[in-house]
C-alpha cells in the first residue's frame, strides 16, 4: 500500500512564507509526476504546480514567481516554497503523484490526505 503524508501547513501573515512537503511511504518501485493541488471554501480543487521525474516544473499562472516546486527522488518527497503569500492562496493543499507499487504493473494516482494553508492578518 502507498501513502502520501502532507506536512507543512499553517497561518501564516500576508507576504509571508510557508513550506509544505509531501511523503510517499510505502511499496514504492517508482513515481513519475508529482503535484500539489489546492482548494478554497465553494471552489473547485484547482492545479497549483507540477514536476515530472526528471525536474521539469510548470505553475498556475495565480502562482508563478511565488511558489517554487521541488522534489527529492531519493526521499520519495516533493515541496512547494510558498513566498509572498496572499489570502487568496488560503486552500486545504493536496499532493497528488503517480506511483508504481511492486504489486502493480501500471502508475496509478494517489492523494494525501491535505494540509491547511491561511494566509490573514
Known amino acids: 500500500q502507498v501513502q502520501l503524508v502532507e506536512s507543512g501547513g499553517g497561518l501564516v501573515q500576508p507576504g509571508g512564507s510557508l513550506s509544505l512537503s509531501c511523503a510517499a511511504s510505502g511499496s514504492i518501485r517508482g513515481i513519475n509526476g508529482m503535484r500539489w493541488y489546492r482548494q478554497a471554501p465553494g471552489k473547485q480543487r484547482e492545479l497549483v504546480a507540477a514536476i515530472t521525474s526528471g525536474g521539469t516544473s510548470n505553475y498556475a499562472d495565480s502562482v508563478k514567481g511565488r511558489f517554487t516546486i521541488s522534489r527529492d527522488n531519493a526521499k520519495n518527497t516533493v515541496y512547494l516554497q510558498m513566498n509572498s503569500l496572499k489570502p487568496e492562496d488560503t486552500a486545504v493543499y493536496y499532493c497528488?503523484?503517480?506511483?508504481?507499487?511492486?504489486?502493480?504493473?501500471?502508475?496509478?494516482?494517489?492523494w494525501g490526505q491535505g494540509t491547511q494553508v491561511t494566509v490573514s492578518s
Open positions: 497528488n503523484a503517480d506511483v508504481r507499487s511492486y504489486s502493480s504493473f501500471s502508475y496509478v494516482g494517489y
